[in-house]
């Protein structure tokens, strides 16, 4: 909400504040003001001059040589301005002038012509241009004829004004209009304001005479206002209106449009103006759209209607969409003589359906879909006529032609003092209750502590006790409210096991290297199925698709985090980071239904993705690629974080290289994946090598163990033996490393593979698997007898299950 200051002292006296120090107290009382920002900067030294003569530029077919009297004097000035004329009143900025940009105007030169100045338009003036008025957008501004020669044009155009953006709550309908803004700052402030009555002037002839109303649905219309004014003369409306408009936004149009965005700005409520004549009927019948019916509105868009829709019709043809916008049939024109105004009340939610249906949000829409005053709806329209009358020439024609089944009472609050006081804290005297119940202009009866309080119509958001213990406690003041320390015995917070985990499972990845990212829960629809770890694929029957999506690259929840992740690594790697590993943290959503009807199952996942050198030492001339086994490191390092064992299975998965992939197992059950993406998907992506891996970390929490342990230091020597075994290529050297440990169990602490050899020396088919084994009784010494024992058994083992054969 934009509120005019000048404006607003025309309601309640506020000149005895500096704009910052009224700001700061509407926000201490409840609604914060975003900013405070004047019209236009920095303009000095502008007039009013009169154009006395126009004459074309003799050097210049597109300037004219204009000489204007500013009141002291008369100056010579070249203008370009396509609509300069002789006898125009305009504004002047003469030699010494400041324009916004502190624009300093000198004397100069033009084609060979001195010009003493510049005629200036109304964006020069720092006028934005969207609420230029359409006739002046391409050129200069016209004063009306009885601005006096020589006056402060700043003044005049009101660009002396500040601006005070109010940050409105959605329940705070009552401060979007300036007279709620005026009973806001009297309550603020201990000032005076009431909304003045409206005296409307009528003729003996009788609005029913001309119209009649007809409501089909009174709960989406339960109060629907007609008046009638004839002999209207549309014209530009008198420049303080402008003004007021300007600073509020909005672009001024005509009179009559005019004076409803002025209405609607002063008093709330929306209103709307038909062509009398265009309307084509003297019956206003209100009802519920036709399935496919259509309507031209104002901006020249046809538009489809639905059954949800409320419209204003002539009795057959609709003629606007109720408290969005009117049709174009029936719309004001220049030749405009008979007036039919409406003034209305129309259900917030049958407003907000229309407008979210047509993608149409108005400053009539946004305040019937909060909700109106009742009782302001009819003195709106009589203000309107007030205007119309007094700016236009109008007549009025004698009577309200009205459907009227709105409830316009007041609400009934009760209070009281010591409850009141124990929520606040407080201790607030019923006095003083009173007193704040005046400010805020609300009525009351008072029995010794108890207060029953009638609220106004317009506070359509108090309807509790706890609304009026708000409104109490900010009149009262919140810096006023004791500040109290809790009192009892408190516990220091901590994380759950689970927090803390993630927590862990994160620091360590960013230990290793790999940065976080953040991306996006929702994806385009061919991305949904695409990198699903196959436990996750097994159980998932379909995807979880929005209704509404914001766009259709983010239309369904994800099944997994890398689609989203390898983009994020695509567009930095075609913006020249060619050396990238991210890693993320997120749940995934899984549905078991093909249709959905229930909330999906949240699956916490880790997911990292690894491109282009993985180490860089140019001192040691050093690089290393990034590869399958960077990315089974990272998940091995993980399995040591959390002492959860991983085996790993080689396999074939969609989308990732059919040689370089492998299942993450744990427990009998897989929890993920490591590969490198499919050389098809990289070329896609614009990457090369790409190395992922993507692990269920549900499934690892639920296994984690927190009793942490302990092991200490080896007191005795270990032993380390080598082997080399030669194996059919098919065997996988994780499941000759499982025999060696079931085998050499309990002497055997580690196993580690430290070399694979295919080639010169091994029949075709065969490959060499080295084993480093090491041997260790944390108890004692072992003997040579005892490791040998071990030795033998470990060979007879890995020959009998996997015919392996000691290389020799």
Known sequence: MLVSLNWLQEYIDVSAYKPEELAEIITKTGIEVESVEPVAENVTGVVVGHVQSCLQHPNADKLNLCQVDVGEETLQIVCGAPNIGEGQKVAVAAPGAVLPGNFKIKKTKLRGEVSNGMICSLQELGVDEKDVPKEYVDGIFVFPEDAEVGADAVSLLNLDDLIIELGLTPNRADAMSMAGVAYEVAAAIDGEYQLAEEHVETSDEKASDYISVKVEDQEANPYYGAFVIKDVTVGPSPLWMRNRLTAAGIRPI???VDITNYVLMEYGQPLHAFDYDRFGSKEIVTRRAEEGETIETLDGQERELSAGHLVITNGSKPHAIAGVMGGAHSEVHDDTTTILLEAAYFAPAVVRQASKDHGLRSESSSRFEKGVDPNRVERAGKRACELLAEYAGGTVLDGVVRFDELD??????????????ARLGTEISAGEIADILRRLQFGYEQKEEVFTISVPTRRGDITSFEDILEEVARIYGYDNLPYTLPQGASQAGGLTTRQALKRKVKAYLQGAGLHETITYSLTHKNKVHQLVSPEIKAKAKGSVDLAMPMSEDHGSLRLSLLPELLESLSYNVARKQENIAYYEVGTVFVTEEEKVTKQPDEVL????ALTGQWLVHPWQQEKKAADFFVAKGMVEGLSNLLGISFTYEKAKLEDLHPG????????GNTVGFI?????K?????????????DINLEALFEQYEKEETFRAIPRHPSVSRDIAL?????VFAGDIQATIEQAGYPLVQNVQVFDVYQGEHLEEGKKSLAFNLLYLDPVRTLKDEEVETAHEKILAAVKDQHQAELRG
């Open 675 to 679: 590969g490198q993406i499919h050389p």
């Open 660 to 667: 370089r992939t492998a299942v993450i197992r744990c427990g």
């Open 681 to 693: 998907l990289q070329k896609e992506l614009g990457l090369k090598e790409t190395f992922v891996f």
């Open 726 to 730: 030669v194996v059919d290529e098919e």
């Open 605 to 608: 996942r880790a997911s990292g």
């Open 408 to 421: 316009k009472s007041e609400k009934q609050v009760t209070i009281e003092t010591d409850r009141i006081n």
């Open 254 to 256: 005509n009179n009559v």
